[in-house]
Nanobody, 116 residues
Framework: VQLVESGGGLVQPGGSLTLSCVGS????????MGWYRQAPGKEREMVAR???????IYADSVKGRFTIFRGKIENTVSLQMTSLKPEDAAVYFC???????????WGQGTPVTVSS
């Protein structure tokens, strides 16, 4: 099973960026897909999670600015980020849970830089 992120890059404060994640090698649908981030010197933190068939969960710091959504293609997830702030800069990781096998998977990460 592999998760591959794309869409990271440099954006100015107040700008927008959309990250995408494609999961492959899994014959089943992931039960949860989400995004985490890790800034230099800080611990990895949850940004947004979307359980299948349920409402999304967001970190307080991104509520109202970020939107997570599953793609039409199975095992894909995107994160639409708006009103970006310098403190949003981090490496963003795609994450997926498979409950029946008690497995979790991580992508390799995509960097987001917010700077003028």
């Amino acid at each position: 099973v592999q998760l591959v992120e794309s869409g990271g890059g440099l954006v100015q404060p107040g700008g927008s960026l959309t990250l995408s994640c494609v999961g492959s090698g899994n014959p089943y649908s992931f039960d949860v897909m989400g995004w985490y981030r890790q800034a230099p010197g800080k611990e990895r933190e949850m940004v947004a999670r979307l359980p299948s068939g349920r409402s999304a969960i967001y970190a307080d710091s991104v509520k109202g600015r970020f939107t997570i959504f599953r793609g039409k293609i199975e095992n894909t997830v995107s994160l639409q980020m708006t009103s970006l702030k310098p403190e949003d800069a981090a490496v963003y990781f795609c994450h997926a849970d498979q409950w029946y096998s008690d497995s979790e998977y991580w992508g390799q990460g995509t960097p987001v830089t917010v700077s003028s």
